[in-house]
């Protein structure tokens, strides 16, 4: 279980974060990564999850659902305290490891945080 302060709450946290946060994906899972503007940020960075039916049963979105939070709990301390961070599960995630959902969370959120780093491109007008 993630504690309360690393959790996202509201349904508007989630759409603002997947609307307008940057993506990183990798075999099993795609990352939602977006920076607060709070003020006041608390806690450290907050997790939602989406295990979708496409995963596969209750059983196995539970499954899923429970990796996912183990491997969410031990990158907080990586992540900085301001980011809000939606996890989607593919299908494929339904016979991952916690090892291998270990490491395409870490690779999705790197390359989530590239893409933040990038400056935007110039548009070219012909």
Not at 44 to 64: D, E, I
Not at 75 to 94: C, G, M, N, T, Y
Request: without cysteine.
């Amino acid at each position: 279980m993630l504690p309360r302060p690393l959790k996202l709450a509201s349904s508007s946290d989630f759409r603002r974060t997947m609307r307008k946060g940057t993506r990183g994906g990798s075999r099993t899972l795609v990352v939602h990564l977006r920076a607060r503007t709070d003020t006041a940020v608390r806690g450290g960075p907050r997790f939602g999850l989406v295990v979708s039916k496409q995963v596969g049963n209750a059983v196995t979105r539970h499954t899923v659902s429970r990796k996912l939070r183990a491997v969410a709990r031990t990158q907080a301390e990586a992540l900085p305290r301001e980011f809000d961070v939606v996890i989607r599960a593919l299908p494929v995630s339904a016979t991952a490891s916690s090892a291998e959902l270990a490491g395409d969370l870490e690779r999705a959120v790197r390359k989530a945080r590239a893409k933040i780093a990038k400056p935007p491109q110039e548009r070219t007008t012909r």
